[in-house]
């Protein structure tokens, strides 16, 4: 059950004697919730085993369930440039999702994402914590409401606590912003510029924390 104060990811600790290839290695085979019936590959964290920023996602897309790997596509391509635009190295991040399978609804030929439940955040939070216990970033930033309430639960909100750094009773602080495909969607609208504008200054907080 979860509590008005913690995240999904800090109420299933795991193990405290494995190490991320171990972890990653377990999750492979992971039945916690239905999703793995239909997803191509469980879809793991990427990065350094040690990092200064770890980033959250929701979960993984079209591309990254065929592949195997996070955030290769249109929204992880424009993450790194906007990484590179906030002056943010890559190789100090790890970049993963709160659920590691691809939800989704069959439309012809093609697999339209579909949003995890609370259910399956839950299910998918032990991963999660390991991923955090193990890499120990010294911020974690959640890229949009799924990935928020993975790691803080319901006491916060993408549109009130954007930009904002919080504290965490059981793991690093984390810095709220969107999700990158967030701005996808907006690309034809006037306003995109600004709307991306705006994401690259949540990210450029990372340097001032770090700071």
Same mark, same amino acid.
């Given at each position: 059950?979860?509590?008005?104060?913690?995240?999904?990811?800090?109420?299933?600790?795991?193990?405290?004697?494995?190490?991320?290839?171990?972890?990653?290695?377990?999750?492979?085979?992971?039945?916690?919730?239905?999703?793995?019936?239909?997803?191509?590959?469980?879809?793991?964290?990427?990065?350094?085993?040690?990092?200064?920023?770890?980033?959250?996602?929701?979960?993984?897309?079209?591309?990254?369930?065929?592949?195997?790997?996070?955030?290769?596509?249109?929204?992880?391509?424009?993450?790194?440039?906007?990484?590179?635009?906030?002056?943010?190295?890559?190789?100090?991040?790890?970049?993963?999702?709160?659920?590691?399978?691809?939800?989704?609804?069959?439309?012809?030929? +093609?697999?339209?994402?579909?949003?995890?439940?609370?259910?399956?955040?839950?299910?998918?939070?032990?991963?999660?914590?390991?991923?955090?216990?193990?890499?120990?970033?010294?911020?974690?930033?959640?890229?949009?409401?799924?990935?928020?309430?993975?790691?803080?639960?319901?006491?916060?909100?993408?549109? +009130?606590?954007?930009?904002?750094?919080?504290?965490?009773?059981?793991?690093?602080?984390?810095?709220?912003?969107?999700?990158?495909?967030?701005?996808? +969607?907006?690309?034809?609208?006037?306003?995109?510029?600004?709307?991306?504008?705006?994401?690259?200054?949540?990210?450029?907080?990372?340097?001032?924390?770090?700071?």
């Amino acid at each position: 059950m979860l509590t008005s104060r913690k995240g999904p990811a800090f109420e299933t600790p795991g193990a405290e004697g494995d190490r991320l290839p171990d972890v990653m290695r377990d999750a492979k085979s992971c039945t916690r919730c239905d999703l793995y019936r239909n997803a191509t590959h469980l879809v793991f964290g990427e990065g350094p085993a040690r990092v200064k920023v770890l980033f959250v996602g929701e979960q993984p897309g079209d591309k990254e369930d065929l592949a195997g790997r996070p955030f290769i596509g249109p929204a992880g391509k424009l993450l790194d440039r906007c990484l590179e635009e906030a002056g943010i190295e890559r190789d100090i991040c790890y970049v993963t999702n709160a659920v590691k399978h691809f939800k989704f609804t069959p439309r012809g030929k +093609r697999r339209i994402h579909a949003k995890p439940n609370a259910g399956e955040v839950q299910a998918c939070a032990w991963w999660l914590a390991a991923e955090l216990r193990l890499v120990k970033p010294k911020l974690a930033v959640a890229l949009g409401a799924t990935a928020l309430y993975a790691l803080l639960g319901r006491q916060a909100k993408v549109t +009130r606590d954007r930009g904002t750094v919080m504290p965490s009773p059981d793991g690093p602080p984390v810095l709220v912003t969107i999700h990158p495909s967030a701005l996808l +969607r907006t690309l034809d609208r006037p306003d995109a510029e600004r709307k991306r504008a705006r994401f690259v200054d949540d990210l450029r907080k990372i340097a001032e924390f770090l700071e």
